[in-house]
């Protein structure tokens, strides 16, 4: 067991703007106990995720701030090691809450069972995780897509958006994906099956919207902010909905989030524009994970990992969700 | 007929900023001969809304823009003089788009007879006219408050946001309005029975709102946008509707609408913010006009005209939209 000791990383500051490295202070602490109701667990895999920004900012969220010391909140997969809890054993595999660090005691109560015949490990930080809950009711709950119509996702080869355009393929709609870079690009229309993609960091993403959505915008994912979603509001069809994900072009603002200029599109074209936070629908997570487990297993929903190695390597592997830099769902792998 | 000839405002320049002087000019003309199916109108009251100023922009918006050399788009309230349409009869009351000008001759099929018995003709601009029709449906169908629940509206001695505080009363929620000077304020306590109003030009709008709503903004009616939208944004309670009305702080920008800063709060509070177009209603006018006659028979709704008389006077006139000068339905007296 590393010699008996827990390394963690924990915030040691609030990051203006991008999180630097005397942001983290890695520790090492010995093992923690298991108390009664608790399970203690190797952390294998965590999930990597531009919320994480947020919940390093003080004041009201939708979830409280990471406390200046505390070890860094994350998702993430695990072994049971000790099991003070009933419903778990020894070795049963379990994802859940564990934060940045080796090893996690963490209430039963929080942790999920997770059978890894299923799938990889670390889909279940990706398709059958967060990212993919947050896809599925964002996409289904809040869009609202009918067949026919035309959804348009930001941050599409990430693993929000990726799931959010193969679902709406599934559903019967046209996909049309905005990500950067041609690798992207391809990878989203040749593997994942999207009807287009627009590499923002190329392309006039004002034209080759207008070019792949002559009918407008029936449904935006947004996950980015900033101009994207200007431009996108910009072009949205009558009674649009807009899903508002996040806005990971905003995260790591010094200066206060730039607000859509164009916000009267909405009015203009009876629109609407909807937050989502995946939590709300925690009773619907085994219904949705067993929907998508069968696309998955028909073919239909595929997930692509970038897994970087070493618990160590954290500070810098986090930077790649805001750089653009990562390709699929940004995943650390500890043990 | 004043010597049979019809003056009209027609728009000569597209304006920048507040419109000046210059961007109209008044022409005169022989008076219009109504062709099979139309009717020759004399034009009593013609009604001035924000609205109008976007009429005058170049470009895409729920309805074409007035060209240059036309007539000012204006709805008001006229009387029959000659009709050439079955519908209606020499000395009939009728509201509809008239024109800013003394005698309009109009399609048959486009206006509507009024009973000048249920109410003085300047209410059916307001609170029976489009005015009425936009808060009617902008609360209840797209605001959706229920009992109980915490109503604010921008622009609240304004014609759409006194009737929305009103109807939001009988609906019993509670009801605050956001206007400008200390006898608007009176106005919508004492007299139109709103549970507080906010003095945006004396009083710190974020802490007056913080203690007007301790539970937070369910619905939030928004005439004004800039920064009274980010304000109540920030302030707003889980699942909130915000209805996108207008933005009549943006209309007479220079430089591009400023967006609202704190949309994020959709997310955080799983919000929604959605627009709405008044005209979408038409085929429901009628049962909200009923509804509404009944509301006001019944001393549940009042209504406010601010009358300036004459047609001479429209330019100035219309700026008292802007300057926040006008106290209730602003309203020209053409004859």
């Not at 990212?131 to 709950?141: I, K, N, R, W």
């Not at 996702?153 to 958006?161: E, L």
Request: glycine fraction near 12%; charged fraction near 20%; include cysteine.
């Amino acid at each position: 067991m590393s010699g008996d000791i827990n390394r963690q990383f924990r915030l040691a500051a609030r990051p203006v703007g991008l999180p630097k490295r005397t942001d983290w202070q890695l520790t090492s602490t010995p093992l923690p106990q298991p108390r009664d109701g608790e399970v203690l667990c190797r952390v294998l895999y965590l999930s990597l995720d531009p919320a994480m920004r947020g919940w390093m900012n003080e004041g009201k969220s939708y979830i409280a701030p990471v406390g200046i010391g505390e070890v860094m909140r994350a998702g993430g997969v695990g072994r049971v090691m000790v099991s003070k809890h009933p419903g778990f054993a020894v070795s049963d595999h379990v994802s859940g809450g564990l934060g940045v660090q080796e090893y996690a005691a963490v209430d039963g109560a929080q942790l999920v069972k997770i059978d890894p015949a299923l799938a990889p490990l670390p889909v279940f930080l990706n398709t059958l995780g967060m990212p993919g809950m947050t896809a599925y009711f964002g996409l289904l709950d809040v869009g609202q897509p009918k067949p026919g119509e035309t959804v348009v996702v930001s941050a599409a080869a990430g693993a929000v958006g990726a799931t959010v355009g193969q679902i709406a393929k599934i559903k019967e709609c046209r996909a049309i994906g905005i990500a950067g870079g041609p690798a992207k690009c391809r990878y989203l229309v040749d593997e994942l099956g999207f009807d287009a993609a627009i590499d923002y960091k190329a392309e006039d993403v004002r034209k080759s919207l207008r070019a792949n959505c002559p009918n407008g915008v029936n449904v935006y994912f947004d996950n980015v902010g900033g101009d994207i979603l200007d431009i996108v509001l910009a072009q949205l069809a009558r009674r649009a909905r807009v899903v508002v994900c996040g806005a990971v072009s905003q995260y790591n603002n010094t200066t206060p989030i730039r607000g859509p200029s164009n916000y009267l599109s909405l009015l203009v074209n009876r629109a609407r524009m909807e937050g989502m936070v995946v939590f709300d629908y925690a009773d619907r997570y085994p219904q949705a994970g067993r929907e998508m487990a069968g696309w998955i297993a028909a073919g239909k929903l595929k997930s692509r990992e970038d897994i970087v190695e070493g618990l160590q390597t954290f500070p810098d592997t986090l930077l790649k969700l805001f750089s653009g830099e990562n390709f699929g769902k940004l995943v650390l792998k500890v043990a």
